[in-house]
């Protein structure tokens, strides 16, 4: 089977200082397979009547600029093969940039594999990245030969690990923030939810056969990475690992409702409301859901993660109705995990943890005695605060977290 063709994905928004070294990032890549790159560099059109605005007009006019000057006559040098094609799209010049309600990363991301598929075969990959990501020279090949050994796999989410800056304070953000997302993703691991993946939308790989058969990426203006998984997961478990890491940027960034970029502004401000460190206790009624689909196939059961789904779904015989539509066991599962799906289990998580809060510092010890009993750090204890942690502490914690998500994802 010949190796498939990849296009890798980037939009870009006000991205003059950080999209040159992603691109030599690509163009430094090793025994990569052939690839093009997709680039979209976009911005509402109505920023351009907007004076505190007009510099991200005016730095995208630049990147389009340092593009065209870069592709050569369509031409994109790299390193190691040559051919490669840079495609540029211009969603950021006066009169074609979005309009009304169809703008943020997800309308970019739409209009890339939109492009993307109109040329693509359905066993080639669409990486998608970001254009503040660092990717390692053996990128491409890894995640190519990841998905290739993995033919069922519709999709791959790449562990990611956000670099320090060196600046005291948005250095804490950033760990906090991602002892948040491993803290999230190691629980439903754990469980066995096929939703334990982290949804970022510069660490998925993706064939092209798969997107198209899921009608494509939601342009939500956020979140549009954590529905194009879901979407993925509902299609066919999607791959959560292979031996690579994605380094995306740990900067501030207000473009998009949530996320990382907004998490971080919020973080420096101390305010973490939005991402609490769910405690491993509040996962366990979905675990006991999960070990009771063999019963709930023949006949109702009780648990609060069920009882918690026919509210949302208002339906009494929500099962019910499930039963008398598959034909076995399995395809009970499957629709019940198109019910209980990512989004769900997020509601629920909320809802309980606002109902019984329990604090950061006092869920994440417990997290970590409840997975790693015997391999804490020796300064680390039930009584120790994150506020006074250093940022080498900190750094400590989410390294720990890191080894251990990327063995879970390994399983």
């Not at 680039?39 to 630049?62: F, G, L, S, T």
């Not at 990959?125 to 990717?135: G, K, M, N, Q």
């Not at 879901?230 to 999607?238: E, L, S, V």
């Amino acid at each position: 089977m010949p190796a498939p063709h990849l296009f890798v994905a980037i939009p870009a928004m006000d991205e003059l200082e950080l999209l040159p070294l992603t691109l030599q990032d690509l163009r430094d890549q090793e025994s990569a397979p052939p690839f093009d790159v997709f680039i979209c560099v976009n911005q509402p059109d109505d920023y351009w009547q907007q004076p505190e605005k007009r510099a991200v007009c005016e730095r995208n006019m630049q990147t389009l600029d340092l593009l065209r000057s870069e592709t050569q006559d369509s031409k994109f040098t790299t390193q190691h093969q040559e051919g490669t094609e840079l495609h540029v799209l211009d969603h950021a010049s006066p009169g074609h940039g979005w309009q009304g309600r169809k703008r943020g990363v997800g309308w970019a991301r739409k209009t890339l594999f939109d492009n993307i598929l109109q040329q693509a075969k359905p066993d080639d990959l669409i990486v998608s990245l970001d254009a503040d990501t660092r990717v390692p020279p053996d990128y491409l090949q890894i995640v190519t030969a990841a998905m290739t050994s993995h033919p069922e796999w519709p999709a791959l989410s790449v562990p990611y690990y956000h670099p320090l800056t060196g600046e005291d304070t948005q250095d804490r953000a950033i760990l906090r923030y991602e002892l948040y997302m491993r803290n999230y993703a190691l629980n439903l691991l754990c469980i066995g939810s096929p939703y334990g993946f982290t949804a970022l939308g510069s660490a998925i790989v993706m064939r092209a056969g798969a997107l198209r058969k899921i009608g494509g990426i939601t342009p939500v203006q956020s979140g549009e990475d954590f529905y194009l998984l879901q979407k993925f997961c509902k299609m066919a478990p999607i791959g959560n690992y292979c031996d690579t890491t994605v380094f995306p940027s740990a900067r501030l960034s207000d473009r998009v409702n949530f996320g990382t970029g907004p998490a971080l502004i919020k973080g420096k401000r101390g305010d973490w409301e939005s991402y609490p460190i769910y405690h491993h206790s509040l996962f366990e009624s979905i675990a006991e859901t999960y070990q009771s689909l063999p019963k709930l196939y023949r006949e109702d059961v009780d648990t609060v993660f069920l009882v918690f789904l026919q509210e949302q779904f208002k339906e009494s015989n929500l099962w019910n109705t499930i039963r008398q539509n598959v034909t076995d066991f399995r395809h009970f599962v499957l629709a019940f995990h198109q019910k209980a799906d990512g989004l769900r289990i997020l509601q629920y998580l909320r809802q309980k943890h606002r109902d019984n809060p329990i604090e950061d510092d006092e869920a994440l010890y417990g997290n970590l005695r409840h997975w790693l009993p015997s391999s804490l750090p020796e300064w680390y204890s039930e009584n120790t605060r994150m506020e006074t942690l250093s940022v080498p502490q900190m750094n400590e914690i989410r390294d720990v977290l890191f080894n251990l998500e990327n063995e879970y994802r390994r399983k």
